[in-house]
């Protein structure tokens, strides 16, 4: 290279990463054993609260010889009667103020495991077969979150410099519902702090929707959740010395919750489907690529075996009705009879439980007061009583990205570049991810749902793993990503 | 007396046996005790198996120490790895073929007590206070079942000869069904066998209707529970991912069991009412005079201070809706979610569990007909692809008896002598005691049902207690009794 009088900028081309990546994979699987082999389940602090805490400070550890700082915040939903682990917040900050800031999401915390679950080898040691790694964490979220610290180690060993500054946020609190974490979010995205300056945001803690084809994910259903309880009287009666003279909050209570979604799914709350964002004709055409196998779903889900149908029958519907409709589903009863055999109890007061997953543009305060207005009436109706209460647990709205976005443009610029041409599918998801929208209404900035691992991982199941090729395309794709977002502008 | 040159028969007269029993009270509450403390829990049986049986053989030497005869049936239903109490068979002959037998039925196994549970005072510690003898076992089944051996032991500490033969029916397993009680019926009421030369049944092991008035049972309903399962998928799903794609198992179970009542206690399954007893005018005389108090009915059973509603504002109405006609409850769900705050699962398979009480003359294979009909009936109308699947799990009739029979006129008697002239409510009992029809399907003859405790003893709650008034009146009754027995000739 010809000297330019200016400081000589070292990069390196796609190819030249790629193979680097390549070269360089077994020294990520052994780190990734090494994390996937500390206990980190946050469901169980009573036993594994330092295995957590160890988790956090192993990435504090390598984020400050990478020459990384960081801050470790102690957990502000902590008590001294329940400690819990802290919120990292690393920084690799290239001191140059015209690029961009890049802030990326993941969490080191796993579900339970135990061999005795049905796990083939154990869950806590990373092992490989048949180019599979199988391990507790190793794609939720240990393999992904680790990557961008190997995509920055590759670029150290290089001598290239980040094309963007990059801020971490690590939890450890993510299978148990992140507490502490929003409080964070809310105070570091205020003027000054640590969020207030980041441009994008990127969560890779989701997965393909299949097992060839990767995707992105620009939105998530919201949630709705109530809890409705009617009681006949304050202790439990035997229907053989009762039954016949009272009224029965059992006989109420599934008598309501029937009035709520029909056999083919449809609510029958009035009015919850208006403010459904409607189809356009350029979200109708993302579905039509999509990778997606009817065949497979029924049997990964346990339905070929039982009546081999779903609500829709064909893909376009199928993944509309599970991404962008409102669902309602009956969850269970609490304060019945629930145990195997004969009881012949009238329950004293029932809790029914249901909820509503909500998609654009439904506000789940709205939702709360149609649902608690149509029960109130058809409580009426029954001319009972007993005493009933309707109430909404928990209220999320949905999100909804723009898959115009730069930020979502150089994801996919990243995986047509990784996977030599492939376009991605769009996806959404059923669920909620809640640090999604945390983070886009604390900062106002735009966040990417990246997702690595395939739709077959088993995440939250037996013989959790994560494909050495995901692995590898990840690592590329994050790190291009983070090039892509390098020739941002303005 | 003028020896008449026979043998002389001595005998007591009423009053005289009354004094008698006034003057023993505290033997028989310091007996009582003595069977209190030994914790025969039969639900328990893993910890208390022993002591099950050593309250059976306490019973049976107590017997064979006033002159009876003993006969222990190992329980047939029990195995090598699930031992089982046995079952005594006793019998007082007094040799006199023209004396009718009569077969006393009680259980001396207890329902499970810990003073955790709300006790006042130690369960297994008869304690007195007030007049009331507090214990586990003190009104169910202890006190009652003792009864007869204080009746038994009387008459032999004054030399006078039992009016009638005695057979002692007394088995540890009653509050856990019953277990291997029903084949010894069975093969017990074959000819020459125990029960095959009995003329009367009397079954001491209910309450009365009220605190003040003591009554005579004539009839109980019978039972029909039914399981009701619906199955979508083979494993539990997620209602953010699948939610929308799945015909759910909980709206198909929860619409199914939302067409077998209505909120005023209407069974909606067609044809249940058609064979329902018509009510007779001799019957409809029979509530009139009937001690029952609403509002302590309200009161006792936790109705009071939520609704202070029960299905009927007439005494009339009421008793006969507990009594006299079916009713339908539903008791809860098994496998969906029935715990304590919010989980968004959709259950794989769920079971709803609901009960007829059955009343004469429905036939509980006839119900069970009607019941799986029309639930398949209404299943097609959702036009589920689930699997479905009703059945019944138990049947049993209800039992009505003649209250002209001797054997009830003879208890009448006995009431009207010990209360000065008061006489017995009629009543029935809303839940079954399927000893009663055992015994008389097994043998043919007639069964009385003879409370003694009183309407509020708590038999199976905290604070179980035994008035020492009924103690007393009880035996003062059972004696009586069998004497009006000894008078039945023919
Ligand atoms: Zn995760
Ligand atoms: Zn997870
Ligand atoms: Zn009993
Ligand atoms: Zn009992």
Partial sequence: MVSTGVTEVKTFSDEEFFNLVDENTSLFIDELGETVAIQSVSAELEEHLDDVIQMMEWASTRIQKLGGTVQMVPNPAATSDRPLPPILLGEFNTNDVSKKTVCVYGHLDVQPANI?????????????NDGKLYGRGSTDDKGPALSWLWIIE?????GVELPVNIKILFEGMEESGSEGVFEVIHTEGKPGKFLDDVDFFCISDNYWLGKNKPCITYALRGLAYFQLSVQGSTQDLHSGVLGGT???????????MGTLVDSSGKILVEGVMADVDPVTKEEEAL????DFDMEEYKEDNGIKSVSDKLLHDDKKSLLMHRWRYP????????????????KTVIPRE???KFSLRLVPDQDPKKIEKLVVDHISTEFMKLTSPNKMKCEMLHGANAWISDTKHPNYEAAAN???KVYNGVKPDYTREGGSIPITSALENATGMNVLLLPIGA???????????????NLVNGVKVLGIYLHELGKIKG
């Fill in 116 to 128: 005795e679950d049905g796990w083939d080898t154990e869950p806590f040691v990373l092992t490989e």
């Fill in 154 to 158: 590759l670029h150290q060993k290089m």
């Fill in 327 to 342: 669902t309602l589903s009956l969850h269970g009863i609490e304060g019945a009879f629930s145990g195997k055999g004969a």
């Fill in 287 to 290: 579905y039509d690529t999509i």
């Fill in 246 to 256: 009272v009224h029965e909050a059992m006989t109420d209570l599934i008598a309501l």
């Fill in 350 to 352: 029932v809790i029914g």
């Fill in 414 to 416: 990243a995986i047509e």
């Fill in 455 to 469: 739709c077959d991982d088993g995440a939250h199941s037996q013989n959790e793993k994560y494909n050495i090729s």
